[in-house]
């Protein structure tokens, strides 16, 4: 859905970069109605601005701010909203300021849902209108690095739990992110394995001792001695 956006300045050139500007567009991206052209005037007397009409189409990773950004404002928060080139070809948008952690919930429920609405507002499509898909990852606070390594120490203790006493280990229920978290740990440590049981949202990540665990402590047969 395009947009409009009114700008003036001294002079029609000055105000197409100023609207590239304020929105962080290419100037070629923008479409351009001249409303008004500037006017000097004598001595400064009599002068105008020059006022435009600039339409632009929003991409997908703007709507989403726009989205998280009528959320903030909602629910009464003064928070920054910023983003940026993420690690994975997504775009990272970031939320900090106080009171940001009410947007997080218990283990980041909250979070991973407003990354899931985010992506919605970001990829829905108007009829006729052509626009990328993106890839959305929210993060509030710097909570996903604190919840990751939290999630590491996490199976480097059950998984030495799991040798130690030779049996298995069952996790909370856990979303696809937090597993794949757990499971990548665990593929560094010798003599554990893991596997995901359960359904959606109870689905869990269970720690077991792999085969050749078995083996080194299996005891040793008297004719073997």
């Known amino acids: 859905m395009k947009k409009e956006l009114i700008v003036t300045a001294k002079t029609v050139d000055e105000a197409k970069e100023k609207a590239a500007l304020e929105l962080g567009l290419d100037a070629e991206l923008l479409e351009f109605t001249v409303l008004e ?14 006022k435009i009409c600039v339409s ?12 998280l950004a009528k959320v903030v404002a909602d629910m009464g928060l003064e928070l920054t909203i910023e983003k940026k080139e993420g690690a994975n070809d997504d775009i990272l948008i970031t939320v900090d300021g106080e009171g940001a952690g009410a947007l997080i ?7 991973d849902s407003l990354q899931y609405l985010a992506n919605l507002a970001a990829n829905k499509k108007v009829k006729g209108e052509k626009r990328e898909y993106v890839k959305i990852t929210l993060d509030i606070e710097g909570y996903r690095a604190k919840r990751e390594e939290a999630l590491r120490a996490l199976a480097r203790r059950m998984a030495a739990k799991v040798v130690k006493y030779k049996k298995s280990v069952m ?40 085969d050749s665990a078995k083996e080194k402590s299996a005891p040793v047969a008297d004719d073997e001695e």
């Open 37 to 50: 052209e500037g006017k000097r005037g004598f001595l400064g007397i009599g002068a105008t601005e020059a």
């Open 56 to 67: 632009y189409t929003p991409d997908g990773s703007d709507i989403a701010c726009e989205f």
């Open 105 to 111: 919930g218990h283990h980041g429920e909250t979070l």
């Open 171 to 210: 996790l909370e229920p856990m979303n696809p992110y937090e597993r794949r978290i757990i499971h990548s740990e665990i593929q560094g440590f010798d003599g554990v394995s893991t596997n995901s049981i359960g359904a959606e949202n109870n689905r869990r990540v269970v720690m077991f001792l792999d």
